[in-house]
């Protein structure tokens, strides 16, 4: 019995699918299998949030099967299969009442969307947008309809705000903060995306919270906490994500945010390995493209034999609100520094700069978003080496 | 003139447009752009794009 056991790979998003398109540049031998609860079709996260835009339905944004998949990558790829435990001694996968054996293993399940808890009888009129079989259920649910709720401001509610008014929706966005993307974007750089919004006929009610969602007609009527009452057809609800981590906890994976690993993505069980969504790398839990994309290639390296730790560069993010072009590159959390702003209407440029006058992080938006790629060759990688 | 699609979201850069938008000219070749230009629909970089056939 030599037969070598399988890499098995839970989770056929970006990071499933990127980590083995790099596997097999350098290993084409290995067996692969890739498990997945949903479809495992093959799409691009960020593009959810363009849909309309572009004129893409849930059909539009799909671009491989995972049969066709599986073909193109030489893997196994067993669709609808949900992972229910972790037996790191045996090194086994559970899945209802079926084991599956790993030579290694990897964790690429990604995040769970963050749920609000809401009074009133139409809570199957909200809606999370997270994959691309949420994607589909949404656009049905939303044909034929005209107006749309959108609770959260962050960038995805700020991308689908943008996305629906370019699709001809009314649409209405209600989110606690004062500001648009509190957490990434300064204040001058939130205001100028905030009001291109405006100039696009998206209706902000910033500072309260949806209360209640109750049946009206063939819509709904939500309460808000300011004593405001808005009508929709549904509501899109984007308050945020929860990396995964309640099966490897009880397996005794350590986890913290996300699943904690190092920087070779190793997580404390020995074989076992995470990235993307569900993982909180180094200490931070990241859920962009360009953080996922430098995982999967370090852990190819990994898998293939060669421990690799991976480095992370400057990582500006895009925000797709085509009305307000903005990319921002946010300083370290603990960086010490005032924002320094410049601005002309809708367009600003925000530096971060550090008492010393270093370059530690920016936003731009409007006219200053072409100069995204010259601002971020000043900021340092977020790892040195 | 070559044209290049991410790997990711499906993209393509052709090299007779370029990508006025981030001050890439027309004509200019994929080796010419920038190393730290970035998929301006995903966000991905350079090294996620690969060649394809001119159709």
């Known amino acids: ?385 | 003139m070559k044209k290049w699609q991410c790997v990711v979201c499906g993209l393509i850069y052709d090299e007779a447009e370029g990508w006025p938008e981030d001050g890439i000219e027309p004509g200019t070749r994929w080796e010419d752009v920038p190393e730290d230009w970035l998929c301006p629909d995903c966000g991905v970089g350079k090294e996620d794009f690969e060649m394809i056939e001119i159709g």
């Not at chain 1, 998949?69 to 209802?96: F, K, N, Y």
């Not at chain 1, 931070?284 to 421990?307: D, E, F, Q, W």
């Open chain 1, 1 to 385: 019995m030599t037969e070598q056991t399988p890499v098995v790979i839970v989770g056929t998003g970006l990071s499933g699918y990127s980590l083995v398109r790099e596997f097999r540049k350098l290993d084409k031998e290995t067996p692969v299998i890739m498990v997945t609860a949903d479809d495992g079709i093959s799409y691009s996260k960020p593009m959810l949030s363009t849909g309309f835009t572009k004129d893409k339905d849930a059909d539009g944004l799909a671009q491989a099967s995972p049969e066709s998949m599986a073909e193109q990558l030489g893997v196994e790829i067993r669709p609808w299969s949900t992972v229910t435990g972790i037996d790191t001694d045996a090194h086994e996968l559970v899945l209802g009442d079926r084991r599956l054996r790993y030579g290694k293993l990897v964790l690429a399940w990604g995040a769970d969307v963050i749920r609000l808890s809401l009074k009133g009888d139409a809570q199957d009129r909200v809606f999370s947008i997270n994959d691309l079989v949420d994607y589909r259920v949404f656009r049905k649910a939303l044909a034929g309809g005209q107006r749309v709720a959108i609770m959260g401001a962050g960038l995805i509610g700020c991308e689908f705000a943008n996305d629906l008014r370019n699709g001809g929706y009314e649409v209405d966005v209600i989110a606690p903060d004062a500001d648009l993307m509190p957490s990434l974007l300064p204040e001058a750089a939130a205001g100028a995306v905030r009001s291109e919004l405006e100039n696009l006929g998206v209706r902000f009610h910033l500072g309260t919270v949806v209360e209640q969602v109750t049946r009206q007609g063939g819509g709904v009527e939500l309460a808000l906490g300011n004593g405001e009452t808005l009508q929709a057809d549904l509501v899109v609800s984007a308050v945020g994500l929860r990396p995964r981590t309640e099966l490897a906890r009880s397996a005794g994976i350590a986890a913290n945010r996300g699943i904690q690993v190092n920087r070779a993505l190793e997580t404390s069980a020995p074989d076992v390995y995470a990235l993307g969504d569900c993982a909180e790398v180094d200490g931070r839990v990241l859920l962009y493209v360009l953080p996922l994309m430098a995982c999967a290639r370090a852990l190819a390296k990994t898998l293939s034999g060669v421990r690799t730790e991976v480095a992370y560069g400057t990582m500006p993010v895009m925000v797709k609100t085509p009305c307000c072009p903005t990319a921002v590159c946010p300083p370290p959390p603990e960086a010490e520094g005032e924002w320094r702003t410049e601005q002309d209407g809708s367009s600003v440029k925000a530096l971060f700069v550090s008492p010393a006058g270093a370059t530690l992080g920016f936003a731009v938006t409007g006219r200053f978003a072409v100069e995204k790629q010259m601002l971020a060759r000043d900021v340092p990688p977020l790892h040195q080496s």
